[in-house]
């Protein structure tokens, strides 16, 4: 619940972003920026068998090849597709936060202006 308030707070700080859809989606809750198609869906779910959980993001995206290069310590990460967190341990809050608003605004650098 609480990586749940993240995503939405994120969401609500960034310019744009507009409300986000709660939905399930392989039945993982599920966050998308429907009414604004600025950012890409993020999915949290636990990894079964284990004290983990996860957040995913599109494997077709460059998001976690980001999220990489700019948190090279500090994040676990699932391939391209997640970052890997424990029960065990608090969420390195900054880092997450920093991670899901590049999510939420994924699409925005692919838009042209309007003219």
């Known amino acids: 619940m609480a990586l749940r308030q993240l995503i939405f707070e ?3 700080e960034i310019d744009g972003v507009g409300p986000l859809e ?9 966050y998308l920026t429907a009414a604004t ?9 636990r990894i079964k ?3 983990r959980y996860a957040i995913y993001f599109n494997c077709n995206t460059n998001l976690v090849e980001t999220f990489r290069s700019l948190y090279s310590e500090g994040l676990n990460y699932g391939g391209n597709r997640s970052i890997i967190l424990s029960l065990d341990d608090a969420p390195p809050e900054v880092a997450l936060r ?8 994924y699409h925005r650098s692919k838009r042209k202006p309007r003219s």
Not at 98 to 105: D, M, P, R
Request: net charge negative; with cysteine; glycine share 10%.
């Open 49 to 51: 068998d284990t004290n």
């Open 98 to 105: 920093h991670c899901v608003g590049l999510a939420l605004t």
């Open 37 to 45: 198609g600025s950012g890409s869906t993020i999915r949290i779910d």
């Open 22 to 30: 709660e939905t399930l989606k392989w039945n993982q809750p599920s």
């Open 10 to 12: 994120t969401a609500a």
